[in-house]
Every structure is written in C-alpha cells, then in structure tokens.
C-alpha cells in the first residue's frame, strides 16, 4: 500500500484558487493569460502544472491563453528569465496568473510581471509548497504571489501510522493507493496554517 501527495490534486486546488480569487476580482475569463514556469523531464512537476491548466480551461480561460515556458535551472531567478519571452510576445494583457510545480516556479513569473509593470492588484500567482511564498505574505505591501498550496507531511504520517495499526490489530488492509491534496494559504491565514504545521518563518 501506498500514501502520497496526488500531484494532479495539487495543481488543481491551484486552479481552484486562482479561479476563486479571479472571481472575487470580478474578472473576465476570457481576458485572462496565465503564464506556467514548466519542467518537462520532471513528471511531477507536469502533473501539478496540467492539474492547475485543467481547472483554468474548465472555467473559462481560453487554452491559447495559457503559456507554458521552459524553466531552466531551480531558482526563482531561473522563472523570472523563463517568463520574459511570454511577457513580451503579449505586451497588451492586463491580467496575468502566475503558476508552476512549487513557489520559486511561481514567485519568478510574478517578478517578471512586475518588473514590467504590471500592478500587483492584476496579478495571481498561486504556488506549491507554501514556506517561500510566505515570505511575501510577511510584507507590508500586496504583491502578485496571492497564494500557495500547502503541503502537510504530518498528515501523511499521522495516516500512514494509523493505517498500519489498523491493519495489524484489526486485519483491516489499507486501500493499496492513498493520495492527500494541501491547504490554500494566503496572506490571511498562513501564520495560523504555518503554526499547525509546526513550521517557523525566519
């Protein structure tokens, strides 16, 4: 038997995230580009990113609106490079949505926009791992990093133990597959989620 994080159900809760807070926003779907800093060889990281382009497709953001770029290298620094080709091909989209397989992914696109001028209020980027970036949420001012998914590994092994328990006392087997999504953190809740979580921002 196995437990794990479901990389598709990541990227969804992605685009779950994005389309609430676009909806909050009041915009349009159809003037929305969103730009994904992607690893190909890393099929992972590909499952988080189609899981997140799937939810954006079903409501209502055209697919050639969606731009994948190569992400050479691991770094926000790397994104940031990746995503200038993209900003530049579409010099007259407003609204951008920003996302990748983990925050450095995510956070470079939304300092490519930004550095091009685009205002924080016309951006959403939501990320994947949640402890980058938090480091945004701590600022004073709004930035385009809105959101990150974050991942819970006491969750798995709280699971995992009982699972094992249950098996041993009860004869009851664990279903073979077991997979677990996260929690969209933002600026409003990530201190609480962090703390639940027992991790703590420097």
Not at 87 to 110: C, E, H, L, R, Y
Not at 163 to 178: F, L
């Amino acid at each position: 038997p196995h437990l794990g994080i479901s990389a598709s159900k990541i990227g969804n809760l992605v685009g779950e995230t994005i389309i609430a807070e676009m909806m909050k926003r009041g915009w349009s779907p159809a003037d929305v580009h969103g730009i994904a800093a992607t690893k190909a060889e890393l099929e992972t990281a590909m499952l988080r990113i189609d899981g997140c382009k799937e939810i954006l497709v079903q409501n209502g953001i055209p697919e050639a609106n969606i731009h994948y770029t190569p992400w050479k290298g691991t770094d926000i620094t790397g994104a940031l490079d990746a995503a200038q080709t993209v900003i530049t091909q579409n010099p007259g989209v407003q609204k951008w949505v920003a996302f990748s397989s983990n925050d450095d992914g995510m956070m470079g696109i939304v300092r490519a926009l930004e550095a091009r001028g685009v205002k924080a209020e016309n951006i959403i980027g939501v990320g994947i791992n949640g402890t980058t970036a938090a480091q945004d949420f701590k600022k004073d001012g709004m930035t385009g990093v809105f959101a990150s998914i974050l991942l819970k590994p006491r969750i798995h092994g709280a699971q995992t133990v009982e699972m094992m328990t249950n098996w041993i006392k009860t004869g009851t087997a664990p279903e073979m597959e077991t997979y677990t999504d996260g929690t969209a953190i933002t600026r409003d809740n990530y201190q609480e989620e962090l703390k639940n979580e027992g991790i703590t921002l420097e």
